[in-house]
Nanobody, 119 residues
Framework: QVRLVESGGGLVQAGGSLRLSCVDS????????MGWFRQAPGKEREFVAS????????YYADSVKGRFTISKDNPKNTGYLQMNSLKPEDTAIYYCASKGVGSSKYNYWGQGTQVTVSS
């Protein structure tokens, strides 16, 4: 059963923008955090940003600060990642993930959406 579904990836030129969406169909009161991660070819998966469903606390990786914005729509169980000023090095598969209350790790992951930034 697929719980997290991302959308919004695609091909964009450097300097362009994309907005990713992630619907968490299994979100409950125990779902604490939505995170975005990415994995480029030949590289390890890395953290991009996260947002807490209840408080709205936000964290960003240094590499995306000032360019990416994470947000959420609680009634729609949907998180967003607005990506501006995209660079070729942002090219990766982007995943959203869910972490429960009191959990130290992300337990649920989406299937990923490809983002390709051409120079």
């Amino acid at each position: 059963q697929v719980r997290l579904v991302e959308s919004g990836g695609g091909l964009v030129q450097a300097g362009g923008s994309l907005r990713l969406s992630c619907v968490d169909s299994g979100r409950t009161v125990n779902s604490a955090v939505m995170g975005w991660f990415r994995q480029a070819p030949g590289k390890e998966r890395e953290f991009v940003a996260s947002i807490t469903w209840s408080s709205g606390n936000i964290y960003y990786a240094d590499s995306v600060k000032g360019r990416f914005t994470i947000s959420k729509d609680n009634p729609k169980n949907t998180g967003y990642l607005q990506m501006n000023s995209l660079k070729p090095e942002d090219t990766a598969i982007y995943y959203c993930a869910s972490k429960g209350v009191g959990s130290s790790k992300y337990n649920y992951w989406g299937q990923g959406t490809q983002v390709t930034v051409s120079s």
